[in-house]
């Protein structure tokens, strides 16, 4: 269930409520399209014990001829009866992109990260299997009743005492499935997941192979991969373990019921059932009651538990965040267990507070951050330097609210980060990321994008501090139109800075963000930051940036500590080692 109440039950419903012309133009056609699961057995028993057995070829024809115009009832209502499945599940899928897609576009807003294409990419197949799965559901649910309606009047019409042998191994194949449908949802939900963890370690290596190979960190890529790979396949062989069960059911509610008849058959006679009425009832059960209930128990086993996945995946992620691999969405409100008493409101300043935090990727993946407590008060400057992938900006997407930890608080201006809205958080703080977002627009509206509306004056002020004043002459002034694939990479993270500088969030935080800089431009922005009323985090690119802070934090492991670089020379190896690298000249 989502924080609005959303479930994935509800949705459905209101998809059916909204579209109840279709619904209803579905049931009608759907007695044609299983016209001749009422027909078959009737005709036969008849064409047979009217007909043929009795020297009446043409009775039994007759019969068979009904047979036929049944049968292409059925083709011209499968026809409509798909157009109606149609128009209910494809509005369905055109809300459902909606949602994702304004979710995207607000969390690109709320964060001043870019917009996450490759989540909407990855969430749009999650609404593409939606749809199918609903489609798919909606096909078997009803043709399975409907048909099962069909054989019981038709079994009951021929003879009502054969009833029982039919309908007692469908009900009982029936409840074996429904039993086993929790556990199969469970699987295939972690069959999904292993899917998706095994796709993002993959991408996650792809992108830092220059770093991997740097670092001789083969090894461990490779077995983290290899994990996330095991998990998968382990998933797969659960999920396909339970798929015999399907057929076990299949079996009790749709064969028995043959072999039951086939045995009774000396009593049936007996009681005065014809070879039409046997033969009818097999026909019956052999033409619609078993592919009926094939038809469900795969349609609901893989469709039902895929649609179930799916749109909880898109309620859960969609609508709120697509970037959060852990933990829970800026949007998601305040977590379960917060404590009574925890302050609320708005933040007074931008002092971060981090108690205690855990965060890893991912779940059973290692923790990238352990425990971690960190003091930064209102108007400091932390710079946090460490060796690469050590979790530096997982740091900064933490305080900034834009991960939540799994264990652990958060806190910015006193105020807990998960109580805050939408709209507090991006007052309240800007996360400028190493990839500098720029829209198309003009220069002007992607400076003001975060601010109230500046003036000319204040615009001209927070561009000279940063150091895009010749950047804004050459792009043609602030009404320019700006082209975001012809800046230089170095070009958008100076008006992302001014952005930022221009923003009323007292908290900033910078993740290498000027790395595209030279060194003098680099130093100018930050400066200009260090100045700015507020708090400042940067994530050091240069150890320069960790001379011109306040205090530097210096991640190590999951271990993390902080000091001001007299302090760390003296305590930590880490932080003497980077800077005497750093410092060293170069090997000839
Ligand atoms: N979205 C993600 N999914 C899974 N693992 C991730 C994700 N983002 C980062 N990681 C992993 O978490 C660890 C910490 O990453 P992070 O980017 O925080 O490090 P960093 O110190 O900022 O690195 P760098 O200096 O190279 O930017 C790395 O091992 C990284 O591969």
């Given at each position: 269930m989502t924080r609005d109440g959303t479930t994935v039950g509800g949705v459905l419903r209101a998809a059916l409520a909204r579209r109840r012309r279709h619904v209803v133009r579905l049931l009608l056609w759907s007695f044609a399209e299983t016209a001749p699961s009422f027909v078959s057995g009737l005709a036969v028993a008849h064409a047979l014990d009217d007909g043929f057995a009795v020297g009446r070829p043409a009775v039994g024809f007759g019969w068979l001829c009904i047979l036929t115009a049944a049968w292409l009832a059925a083709a011209i209502g499968a026809r409509q009866v798909l157009l109606a499945i149609a128009g209910i599940v494809e509005p369905f899928r055109d809300d459902l992109l909606t949602r994702v897609v304004a979710g995207t576009l607000h969390r690109a807003a709320a964060t001043g990260r870019g917009q996450d294409t490759a989540a909407v990419a990855r969430?749009?197949?999650?609404?593409?299997?939606?749809?199918?799965?609903?489609?798919?559901?909606?096909?078997?649910?009803?043709?399975?009743?409907?048909?099962?309606t069909g054989v019981v009047l038709g079994v009951w019409s021929l003879m009502g005492s054969v009833l029982p042998l039919v309908l007692l191994p469908l009900l009982a194949g029936l409840a074996l499935f429904v039993t086993s449908l929790p556990s199969m949802a469970a699987r295939q939900r972690r069959a999904i997941l292993a899917e998706e963890g095994t796709a993002a370690s993959l991408a996650a290596m792809v992108d830092g192979?220059?770093?991997?190979?740097?670092?001789?960190?083969?090894?461990?890529?490779?077995?983290?991969v290899g994990r996330a790979v095991d998990e998968q396949a382990g998933a797969a062989t659960g999920l396909a373990r339970l798929t015999s069960v399907r057929t076990l059911s299949l079996a009790v509610g749709g064969w028995l019921p043959i072999l039951l008849v086939l045995a009774a058959t000396p009593s049936l006679v007996r009681d005065g059932a014809t070879a039409g009425v046997v033969l009818g009832t097999l026909t019956y059960v052999a033409q619609s009651l078993t592919p009926a209930l094939g038809s469900l128990v795969q349609g609901i086993g893989v469709n039902g538990v895929r649609l179930t996945v799916a749109l909880e995946r898109i309620l859960t992620t969609g609508g709120n965040t697509t970037t959060l691999p852990a933990g829970r969405s800026p949007e998601a409100g305040p977590p379960r267990g917060t404590p009574r008493g925890t302050p609320r409101g708005t933040p007074r300043g931008g002092a971060v507070r981090m108690r205690g935090v855990t965060f890893a990727y991912g779940l059973g993946a290692e923790p990238v951050v352990a425990g971690l407590d960190l003091e930064v008060p209102d108007g400091e400057h932390l710079a946090v330097i460490g060796p690469s992938g050590i979790g530096k900006s997982t740091v900064a997407a933490l305080a900034a609210g834009v991960l939540r930890p799994k264990e652990g608080r958060v806190l910015i201006g006193g105020v807990p980060v998960d109580t805050l809205g939408r709209a507090a958080l991006s007052r309240t703080r800007v996360l400028i990321p190493q990839e500098a977002y720029v829209f198309r627009g003009t220069l002007g509206e992607n400076l003001?994008?975060?601010?109230?509306s500046p003036g000319s004056i204040e615009l001209d002020a927070a561009v000279a501090a940063v150091g895009m004043t010749d950047l804004a002459a050459r792009l043609g002034g602030y009404a320019a139109e700006v082209?975001?694939?012809?800046?230089?990479?170095?070009?958008?993270?100076?008006?992302?800075?001014?952005?930022?500088y221009l923003s009323p969030a007292r908290l900033v935080l910078l993740d290498e963000a000027t790395c595209h800089l030279d060194p003098a431009a680099e130093a100018r922005a930050e400066e200009a930051f260090?100045?700015?009323?507020?708090?400042?985090?940067?994530?050091?690119?240069?150890?320069?940036?960790?001379?011109?802070?306040?205090?530097?934090?210096?991640?190590?492991?999951?271990?993390?500590?902080s000091g001001t670089h007299a302090e760390l020379m003296d305590a930590s190896p880490l932080y003497r080692d980077l800077m005497g690298r750093w410092e060293a000249p170069a090997p000839a």
């Amino acid at each position: 269930m989502t924080r609005d109440g959303t479930t994935v039950g509800g949705v459905l419903r209101a998809a059916l409520a909204r579209r109840r012309r279709h619904v209803v133009r579905l049931l009608l056609w759907s007695f044609a399209e299983t016209a001749p699961s009422f027909v078959s057995g009737l005709a036969v028993a008849h064409a047979l014990d009217d007909g043929f057995a009795v020297g009446r070829p043409a009775v039994g024809f007759g019969w068979l001829c009904i047979l036929t115009a049944a049968w292409l009832a059925a083709a011209i209502g499968a026809r409509q009866v798909l157009l109606a499945i149609a128009g209910i599940v494809e509005p369905f899928r055109d809300d459902l992109l909606t949602r994702v897609v304004a979710g995207t576009l607000h969390r690109a807003a709320a964060t001043g990260r870019g917009q996450d294409t490759a989540a909407v990419a990855r969430l749009n197949r999650q609404v593409e299997l939606a749809r199918d799965a609903f489609a798919a559901v909606i096909a078997v649910v009803r043709s399975f009743a409907f048909s099962v309606t069909g054989v019981v009047l038709g079994v009951w019409s021929l003879m009502g005492s054969v009833l029982p042998l039919v309908l007692l191994p469908l009900l009982a194949g029936l409840a074996l499935f429904v039993t086993s449908l929790p556990s199969m949802a469970a699987r295939q939900r972690r069959a999904i997941l292993a899917e998706e963890g095994t796709a993002a370690s993959l991408a996650a290596m792809v992108d830092g192979l220059r770093d991997v190979r740097a670092c001789g960190a083969e090894g461990r890529v490779a077995a983290r991969v290899g994990r996330a790979v095991d998990e998968q396949a382990g998933a797969a062989t659960g999920l396909a373990r339970l798929t015999s069960v399907r057929t076990l059911s299949l079996a009790v509610g749709g064969w028995l019921p043959i072999l039951l008849v086939l045995a009774a058959t000396p009593s049936l006679v007996r009681d005065g059932a014809t070879a039409g009425v046997v033969l009818g009832t097999l026909t019956y059960v052999a033409q619609s009651l078993t592919p009926a209930l094939g038809s469900l128990v795969q349609g609901i086993g893989v469709n039902g538990v895929r649609l179930t996945v799916a749109l909880e995946r898109i309620l859960t992620t969609g609508g709120n965040t697509t970037t959060l691999p852990a933990g829970r969405s800026p949007e998601a409100g305040p977590p379960r267990g917060t404590p009574r008493g925890t302050p609320r409101g708005t933040p007074r300043g931008g002092a971060v507070r981090m108690r205690g935090v855990t965060f890893a990727y991912g779940l059973g993946a290692e923790p990238v951050v352990a425990g971690l407590d960190l003091e930064v008060p209102d108007g400091e400057h932390l710079a946090v330097i460490g060796p690469s992938g050590i979790g530096k900006s997982t740091v900064a997407a933490l305080a900034a609210g834009v991960l939540r930890p799994k264990e652990g608080r958060v806190l910015i201006g006193g105020v807990p980060v998960d109580t805050l809205g939408r709209a507090a958080l991006s007052r309240t703080r800007v996360l400028i990321p190493q990839e500098a977002y720029v829209f198309r627009g003009t220069l002007g509206e992607n400076l003001a994008y975060l601010a109230d509306s500046p003036g000319s004056i204040e615009l001209d002020a927070a561009v000279a501090a940063v150091g895009m004043t010749d950047l804004a002459a050459r792009l043609g002034g602030y009404a320019a139109e700006v082209d975001p694939a012809a800046l230089s990479q170095g070009e958008r993270q100076l008006i992302a800075l001014t952005r930022a500088y221009l923003s009323p969030a007292r908290l900033v935080l910078l993740d290498e963000a000027t790395c595209h800089l030279d060194p003098a431009a680099e130093a100018r922005a930050e400066e200009a930051f260090a100045r700015r009323d507020g708090t400042l985090i940067v994530v050091a690119h240069r150890l320069t940036s960790a001379l011109r802070a306040d205090r530097i934090l210096v991640m190590d492991g999951s271990r993390a500590m902080s000091g001001t670089h007299a302090e760390l020379m003296d305590a930590s190896p880490l932080y003497r080692d980077l800077m005497g690298r750093w410092e060293a000249p170069a090997p000839a």
